[in-house]
């Protein structure tokens, strides 16, 4: 976070997190974010059931580059998540379906003011070094993520956090909070680890961490690849099934999809979109089209002259072909957003729908607003350099502002300057990546925008942040819902953010690997996958 900025899976993210509080943008190939497996995690319609996987064998990934950290709660890239998810568990999960369940909680009761919150741990679980999980180890791990850097922001109102019993654990929170479980289901940050890292170091911890996980850090050779083993102690029975899983560094996407064609790979994550229908014509490959977890938008910069005008910001939205930049930038894979949440979570809002392509009427505004007010209408639309998506998506976009009137200039920047540049607001405008969520609950990017100066476009944050808290403590389900669908309201009709499109979490996998699933938030899940019998 996810999200975490990473075309990445946020991708990205070069939107949200990224583009705000300098999270890493991963280099994602097709554009963003992918996943793999089946749309919602569940067979794609048609499709049959998968075969059975049997025990054993090694599993050979390509991410789109190197984890950064194994340290949970300092994890801003997928790459790092896609490992660190495979290790640590948090108390509760988003399931495939994308419901949250209780995980490592058994049950979570809360008291009628909605300020206590009672957990029961489920019995029976150990790390993986053998060692069984007790509720003080739940504690120290929330207090971790609490006073984390990148994530305590999520759960500021926590007021404490106490052990009653080895297997029960109260948590108090300063105001009535609506879903608790829902920061608790961060499936990385929020991970339950032993309590004083196990007894080692803070940074020993961050190379090997210890888990409930399925699988464990066997060997990580720096720049090459990470190994993962089977947990031998691992609380679901059966499970995993494979006795190793190799991570390979890979971020160049030609060769990540060259070796899963001759069969060196079993699977590789973010295939190029205009990849993906020749490897679906592949009899040896089967690529994965998961939730469309993703969001793509323009970021406009409030703080210069052009944009803090309105005319100027609804021109961008129209002039904007959205069906051109999903045909050539995703290959079709793809639909036109409206609300800057995507659809996959929670109060998402159906209703605020992408606008048509109005080139008239984008005209006739920017004219009125130069005229008004002597506006110069010449842009630089700022853009994460190496990204195949943002590459062929900023010419769509820019030959389209040029028909409206604008004047385009495109510079390309490396992620690191990028950032800067975003985080400092010296720039005009800019796309980079692809916003997602690391939870289905909205709580988690409606704090973004306050939290990034409205994702770095600087715009209005007051109205978001007081819709937020309001929404956090509503204990009404649907008095919660529609303060969601006011701040979705309130980002579409300021238009800083010019949604663009959302896109799903791609992955690419041997025909003959089975179980490879992904949920809604685009975090794979290994426990169960496999080779066919």
């Known amino acids: 976070m996810k999200t975490r900025l990473v075309r990445m899976r946020f ?51 390509a991410d789109s580059g190197e984890a950064l950290t194994l340290d949970p709660t300092k994890i801003i890239e997928n790459n790092s998540i896609h490992v660190v998810t495979q290790v640590v568990e948090p108390l509760f999960k988003a399931n495939m379906a994308g419901k949250i369940e209780p995980w490592l909680a058994k049950s979570m009761k809360v008291s009628p003011d909605h300020k206590t919150w009672t957990v029961t741990l489920r019995k029976g679980i150990d790390f993986s070094d053998g060692r069984p999980l007790t509720a003080a180890d ?5 207090h971790n993520v609490i006073k984390s850097e990148f994530w305590g922001f999520m759960f500021e109102g926590i007021a404490a956090v106490k052990e009653t019993s080895p297997t029960t654990v109260v948590i108090t929170t300063k105001k009535p909070n609506a879903k608790l479980e829902g920061p608790l289901s961060l499936p990385f940050a929020a991970a339950i680890i032993p309590k004083n890292f196990g007894g080692e170091s803070e940074a020993e911890f961050a190379q090997k961490p210890i888990g409930t996980g399925p699988f464990v850090v066997a060997s990580w050779k720096h720049g090459e690849a990470l190994t993962l083993e089977k947990n031998p ?21 030609n060769s990540r999809t060259t070796q899963l064609r001759a069969g060196e790979l079993s699977a590789m994550f973010a295939p190029d979109w205009s990849q993906i229908s020749s490897l679906e014509a592949d009899p040896n490959v089967h690529v994965g089209i998961y939730a469309m977890g993703m969001l793509d938008s323009l970021g406009l910069n409030m703080k210069e002259p052009l944009f803090k005008n ?203 690997v089975t179980g490879f699933d992904v949920n809604s938030t685009g975090v794979p899940w290994l426990a169960e996958a496999g080779f066919t019998e």
């Not at 739940?138 to 929330?142: A, E, P, Y």
């Not at 110069?376 to 998506?389: E, F, H």
Request: hydrophobic share 40%; charged share 20%.
């Open 11 to 61: 991708g990205v993210l070069l939107t949200a997190l990224a583009l705000a509080v300098g999270l890493v943008v991963a280099g994602c190939g097709g554009g963003g974010s992918t996943g793999g497996g089946t749309t919602g995690g569940a067979a794609s319609a048609g499709s049959e059931p998968e075969a059975k996987a049997k025990p054993g064998g090694t599993l050979t990934i």
């Open 138 to 142: 739940v504690v120290f791990s929330l």
């Open 233 to 253: 102690h691992y609380w679901k029975p059966g499970l995993p099934l494979l006795e190793k899983v190799v991570f390979e560094n890979m971020p160049d996407v």
């Open 310 to 512: 309105p005319k100027v910001r609804e021109a961008v939205s129209l002039a904007v072909n959205r069906e051109g930049i999903i045909t050539a930038a995703l290959a079709g894979h793809g639909e036109p957003a409206g609300s800057w949440l995507p659809p996959v979570l929670e109060d998402h809002d159906a209703s605020i729908k992408a606008p048509a392509q109005d080139l008239e009427k984008a005209k006739a505004l920017l004219a009125e607003a130069v005229k008004e007010e002597g506006l110069d209408p010449s842009i630089t639309l700022s853009t994460l350099s190496g990204d195949s998506y943002v590459g062929t998506a900023s010419q769509v976009v820019q030959a389209d502002l040029e028909e409206a009137g604008f004047k385009v200039g495109i510079q390309q920047l490396d992620e690191s300057a990028l950032i800067a540049q975003l985080q400092a607001g010296k720039y005009d405008a800019a796309l980079g990546g692809a916003l997602s969520s690391d939870i289905v609950d909205p709580s988690e990017l409606a704090s973004f925008w306050p939290a990034t100066n409205a994702l770095n476009t600087f715009g209005d944050t007051e109205t978001v942040a007081r819709l937020a808290e309001e929404a956090s403590t509503a204990t009404d389900e649907s008095v919660r819902r529609q303060k969601y669908f006011e701040i979705q309201e309130a980002v579409d009709k300021e238009k800083a953010l010019v949604t663009l499109d959302y896109h799903p979490f791609v992955w690419a996998m041997q025909s003959n």
